[in-house]
């Protein structure tokens, strides 16, 4: 029986073309077919595919999971970014990696992801979905964005403001953080929205469940437009007047983990935190 990987490299990085002919030589040794995507692949050859290996940041993999979504086909991220959070595996672990996948001796980790809904005048425009974040930002840099913001059907406030991202657990650690919103564990069924620069008393960062429904409107008086865009693509500008819904998909992206090691100590990885002196739990008796 042949089994098929999908390799996907960063397009433009010396590194993660070297590191593409290391792990499709990996790969092959073995026992799979491998694909790139770079040569194109059909949704039909796609459902053949056991694993996809991912090489670059969260960027690539971001792009690979467009790809893969709504399939089976889990993805692993070999980091060769900056921060990496979605990747499970470095550079040097391509070899060991491959023979993991080809054994099967990996976890499969689903990711909650967003519907994204655009309306205008009340009529639906565009759909799009988000495994980070749908972002909103003024289109004119000179100018405040105007808006609305609605949770489950109700009002909540309006304020003037840079933008708004709207994210995912997974996304938390994303344009949110940034943002200056909270760290969420990604087993955490929740929705975050960000207000960004916001002019307002009540403008802080909002955790909700996995059933509401978020919602932003770019508002009359508003002195610009919006743009949004999802997982840091896929932009399109909003009019005044344009409203935003986003809502918890049913499609989740599904990641492959070779490591059962928690969140926390991920987290202390990627930012380097402070952990010196850190003694354990203290022992009763």
Not at 30 to 58: K, M, N, P, Q, Y
Not at 107 to 113: A, F, L
């Amino acid at each position: 029986m042949t089994r098929t990987a999908l390799l996907v490299a960063h397009p433009s990085r010396p590194e993660a073309l070297t590191a593409a002919r290391e792990a499709e030589v990996a790969l092959a040794e073995a026992g799979f077919t491998v694909r790139s995507d770079s040569d194109g692949i059909t949704a039909e050859e796609l459902a053949t595919v056991e694993v996809a290996v991912v090489l670059g940041g969260d960027g690539t993999i971001l792009r690979t999971a467009e790809l893969t979504r709504g399939t089976n086909v889990p993805i692993l991220g070999v980091n060769l970014g900056h921060v990496g959070f979605l990747a499970e595996s470095e550079r040097e672990d391509i070899s060991a990696a491959a023979a993991r996948l080809a054994a099967g001796d990996y976890e499969v980790e689903e990711r909650g992801t967003l519907d994204v809904t655009v309306r205008q005048n009340g009529t639906e425009v565009a759909r799009d979905w988000a495994l980070n974040e749908a972002t909103v930002e003024k289109a004119n840099p000179g100018r405040m964005l105007e808006v609305a913001v609605e949770v489950d059907g109700r009002p909540l406030s309006a304020f003037g403001c840079d933008g708004v991202v709207m994210a995912t657990s997974t996304g938390s650690t994303a344009h949110a953080f940034s943002a200056g919103g909270p760290v969420v564990w990604p087993d955490v069924d929740a929705m975050l929205l960000v207000p960004v620069s916001a002019h307002a008393l009540f403008a802080r960062p909002l955790v909700v469940g996995p059933g509401s429904v978020l919602a932003l409107e770019i508002l009359a008086r508003s002195a610009t437009a919006g743009t949004m865009s999802c997982d840091g693509a896929r932009g399109r500008e909003l009019p005044v007047g344009t409203r935003v819904e986003v809502r918890r998909s049913p499609v989740p992206v599904r990641l492959a983990r070779l490591s059962p090691a928690p969140f926390t100590d991920r987290l202390v990885g990627k930012f380097s935190l402070p952990v010196a002196g850190w003694r354990g739990r203290s022992q009763e008796g």
